[in-house]
């Protein structure tokens, strides 16, 4: 593959810090890139060029916090902008807390996802927006003119609008607002980069993905009132249009079988520790095994009913805001969890042997040792990179 698809370059055996977070896998786009038609490679290339002008800028872990110092507001308070297809942010005004819709879908959509996400997170877990202390949500749309991404910027949310700068058969992505669990997605890396600062690769990174697509995915299901056992799972679903063979970005409930296409490949996610993807890509494949935690999430989830955002998200947030470090893995994770079901419910309760459950699924045991994956290789202190949903 060219090397101008892959720009990411180590500089220092520290652990890697990314604070852009970006919707669409590299590995989506790099297959788009090679595969499409020309029109479709040349939209692939402008994407991840334009991701290009967020790297070169180094940032250590302690630098998370003043990046999204934001504004400090009294309650839910959001700003929406309008990008008018260029790069300049945040744009112009287009929606402020309390205005009525404007009609223009990408300004509504990110106005309503940000307040579902913001309730979820104040409503069940008492969390005064991203930092736990009502910074304001902005989001900017119409990024660019066809920007096939989204992505968390380390103080806002910037949302591209898809493929409708090219012709109906080349047509991939709609825009990056239509799907709510992706605005939950992106905002969720926010909430872990004031809280276990989780770095950007390997496991960490691998639970990083899994924590964003967590919540991502409550935020959804409790917008449409949905019990476990009657959502989805899927994240980004109605993102494909329907020249995409596949029905969204991932499956918390069966890793690898979002997608199947000739042009963006096959759904690359394992949901078993058998089948962990040791690799250098992707941050150590930070998209590709966060399905194994995810998977074990569903089946958790699941085994409990009801809505998932109560028990079991109330243990996962628990866990993610107490109890997690910049480099746990998916064992310490594990047991993490084991230990707050017992706190919340009582040692031995029905949602603790959940818990226990959903790992065994993936093959992790609570109290076991830590997986052989090649974690114990020396990471790097990275480039901004966006990090991809």
């Not at 890139?33 to 790297?55: C, P, Y």
Request: with cysteine.
């Amino acid at each position: 593959m060219s090397k101008h698809l892959h720009p990411v370059e180590c500089i220092h055996p520290v652990p890697c810090i990314h604070p852009i977070e970006c919707i669409v896998p590299p590995h989506m786009l790099e297959k788009l890139a090679t595969e499409g038609t020309d029109a479709q490679r040349e939209k692939a290339l402008r994407t991840m060029e334009v991701s290009e002008q967020f790297r070169g800028v180094r940032i250590a872990a302690k630098d998370f916090a003043p990046l999204a110092a934001g504004v400090k507001a009294v309650g839910k308070q959001r700003i929406v902008y309008d990008a008018n297809e260029g790069t300049s942010l945040p744009g112009t005004p287009a929606r402020n807390e309390g205005d009525p819709p404007t009609g223009d879908d990408g300004v509504d959509e990110a106005y309503d996802g940000s307040g579902a996400t913001y309730d979820l997170f104040k409503d069940v877990y008492g969390r005064d927006s991203i930092n736990g202390k009502g910074l304001r949500l902005d989001s900017t749309v119409h990024f660019r003119k066809g920007y096939d991404n989204a992505f968390w910027n380390g103080k806002q949310m910037v949302y591209g609008d898809g493929d409708e700068d090219l012709p109906e058969a080349d047509r991939l992505f709609n825009r990056f607002t239509i799907a709510i669990d992706i605005i939950g997605h992106e905002l969720t890396h926010g909430v872990t980069q004031y809280e276990a600062a989780l770095v950007y690769r390997n496991q960490p990174g691998a639970l990083n993905e899994h924590f964003s697509d967590v919540f991502g995915s409550l935020v959804k299901q409790r917008s449409l009132n949905q019990q476990a056992n009657q959502a989805d799972w899927l994240i980004g679903q109605g993102l494909f249009t329907a020249n995409v063979n596949g029905v969204a970005i991932r499956s918390m409930k069966e890793p690898g079988t979002a997608y199947d296409d000739p042009v963006l490949g096959k759904d690359p996610q394992p949901g078993h520790m058998d089948d962990y993807v040791n690799t250098p890509n992707d941050n150590g494949g930070v998209h590709i095994n966060s399905g194994i935690p995810n998977r074990a999430f569903f089946v958790l989830a699941t085994e409990l009913g009801g809505f998932a955002w109560e028990k079991a998200g109330k243990i996962w947030y628990d866990t993610l805001s107490n109890e997690l470090q910049a480099q746990s893995n998916f064992q310490n994770a594990a047991d993490a969890t084991y230990l707050v079901a017992a706190k919340l419910f009582g040692d031995g309760s029905l949602e603790q042997q959940a818990v226990k459950k959903g790992w065994a699924a993936v093959g992790i045991n609570v109290g076991g040792g830590p997986p052989s994956n090649g974690d114990d290789k020396k990471g790097c202190l990275s480039l901004f990179i966006p990090f991809s949903i």
